[in-house]
């Protein structure tokens, strides 16, 4: 029997958006508020979704102390109170929500063996959020 | 199609066991879950429904009826009660959020005329939830119920 298993975890980090690619011009435009030149922060929240059979041995999908640990180590450490500018994944991408919640699902995609990732979804504030789940 | 959640609440104790592990593995799997003196939760359950739109009612199905079903076959067996000891699904099964999804699930499919059972979704904190639809379920591996 499968099921989806979701866990929530937060972590705040500051940002701006800027482009390269546009105008000074364009990026006020764009970014509106975000683009100030010194950033600003959030206290993001992700919602990590996995599924999977659920074991017989353990009626779970996945157990939540590797859930956890692996979050904390490669997300949680990453990410809280960090300037999202200056990470390696940042170098060239605007650190929006979209952006981010692709570079979680890629982490988890690829390093959490336990179960299946599904989607990964991003609480900006309590008035945005973000869903990814992969390239269909 | 359109889809119909009801949302309820109910309080129970739980342990995480498995009588065929050792002590020690029992001890490592389910770490403070494994306390047989239990530990409770405040659960938050929400059940989402779906139909087509019934032209005279303007329904996709009854809310009352909905409510009425979710408390007889849900909260009056498990709200204040001791999961492990009280409720028959889990004199054999562990009374995990995964398992509580299903055992709603098992509980409620056949209970609804109308509509159609779309999720179980199980709060057991606000940071943890389980969604169950139905996807590979089987009842006769799910023993219990009422
Ligand atoms: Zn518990």
Redesign the pocket.
């Known amino acids: 029997m499968k099921a989806h298993l979701t866990r929530r975890y937060m972590f705040s980090a500051s940002h701006r958006l800027h482009s390269d690619k546009l105008s000074a011009e364009e990026n006020r435009a764009t970014y509106g508020k975000c683009n100030n030149p010194y950033g600003h922060g959030h206290n993001y929240t992700v919602e990590i979704t996995v599924s999977g059979p659920v074991d017989e041995q353990t009626g779970m999908v996945c157990n939540l102390v590797d859930l956890d640990g692996f979050v904390r180590s490669e997300i949680l450490e990453r990410y809280d109170h960090q300037n999202l500018n200056l990470l390696r994944e940042f170098a060239k991408e605007v650190p929006t929500t979209e952006n981010l919640c692709i570079a979680i699902y890629e982490i988890v995609t690829r390093g959490f063996r336990h179960a299946h990732l599904e989607k990964v979804r991003i609480e900006e504030t309590m008035m945005n959020s973000f869903e990814y789940r992969g390239e269909e | 199609m359109v889809y119909l959640t009801r949302k309820t609440e109910f309080s129970a104790s739980?342990f995480y066991h498995n009588p065929e592990f050792t002590p020690e593995e029992n001890q490592r799997v389910f770490g403070k879950?494994n306390n047989p003196n239990g530990?409770g939760?405040n659960y938050t359950l929400e059940v989402t429904v779906k139909g087509a739109v019934d032209p005279k009612s303007g329904f996709v199905v009854d809310l009352k009826q909905l409510k009425d079903v979710m408390g007889r076959e849900v909260l009056d067996a498990f709200d204040h009660r001791f999961l492990n000891k009280e409720v028959p699904e889990f004199l054999t099964k562990i009374p995990t959020t995964e398992n509580l999804a299903i055992a709603i699930w098992q509980r409620l499919a056949p209970k609804l005329n109308a509509a159609q059972l779309h999720r179980v979704r199980v709060y057991?904190t606000p940071d943890l939830f389980v969604d169950f639809y139905g996807e590979n379920f089987h009842a006769k591996d799910f023993h219990g119920g009422a």
Do not use: L, Q, V
């Open positions: 739980h879950c530990h939760h057991e």
